[in-house]
């Protein structure tokens, strides 16, 4: 096992709705990135974390935004919530000398 | 041009059967490689890194090819279990952030 869980699993919310999705990890990860995996496609990169402070950013607009805590736990927020925000929201930690990410179990977010 | 290409699938196999799928990429996609595997509504796992010599991790092979940007992976003596997703994923410079491909369905039959 990974040890990265995200909270909650399933969350059904409405059009113009914020949402804050959660991740943690049991080894305290310092780089900490959050992924987008609509159905059918490949997860597309949000952004990364770390210590504290954001390090790189993909194609998302700034209603979505992101924090770390001290203890490298993670938050996702999604203000003004689309249609097409309906997707599974994964996180990842990084470890290893490869640059491997490890994936939490996600959450899945829909949108009506 | 997509940074990461893999052709979708599905690919049909009995068991037994060898399979081998292919991924393309861009420059930008390019610091390192991987393959995962992702089971239906499940989060993606890795399966292997994949290494400029190529390595193997049982009954699959990783191979990298710089000068024609491709990335393969072959699974040998496929099992009903080995029936998923498979991602092919790039490492991009400067952002550390992974660039997936859109998956290649893969499912085993008796």
């Known amino acids: 096992e990974t040890g990265v869980t995200q909270s909650p699993t399933h969350l059904i919310k409405t059009r113009g709705q914020q949402v804050t999705l959660r991740c943690s990890s049991q080894s305290g990860h310092n780089t900490v990135s959050w992924y987008q995996q609509a159905l059918g496609q490949g997860p597309q990169f949000i952004f990364q974390y770390y210590r504290e402070e954001e390090n790189g950013r993909g194609n998302f607009p700034p209603r979505f935004s992101g924090l770390q805590f001290p203890n490298y736990s993670s938050e996702l927020n999604v203000n003004a919530l689309e249609l097409d925000d309906s997707a599974l929201y994964l996180c990842a930690v990084q470890r290893g000398g490869y640059n491997e990410q490890f994936f939490g179990p996600g959450t899945r977010l829909t949108v009506l | 041009r997509k940074e990461v290409e893999q052709d979708p699938g599905p690919f049909n196999v009995p068991e037994g059967a060898t399979v081998a799928f292919n991924c393309t990429y861009s420059n930008s996609a390019s610091q390192s490689f991987f393959w995962y595997r992702q089971d239906c509504r499940k989060e993606p796992k890795l399966l292997m890194s994949?290494?400029?010599s190529g390595n193997e991790d049982g009954r699959f092979t990783a191979q990298l090819n710089r000068a024609s940007q491709y990335i393969s992976l072959l699974i040998r003596d496929s099992k009903l279990s080995d029936s998923a997703t498979y991602l092919c994923?790039?490492?991009?410079?400067?952002?550390?952030?992974?660039?997936f491909g859109t998956g290649t369905r893969l499912q085993v039959f008796p």
């Open positions: 994949v290494y400029s």
């Open positions: 994923v790039g490492l991009s410079y400067n952002t550390d952030k992974l660039i």
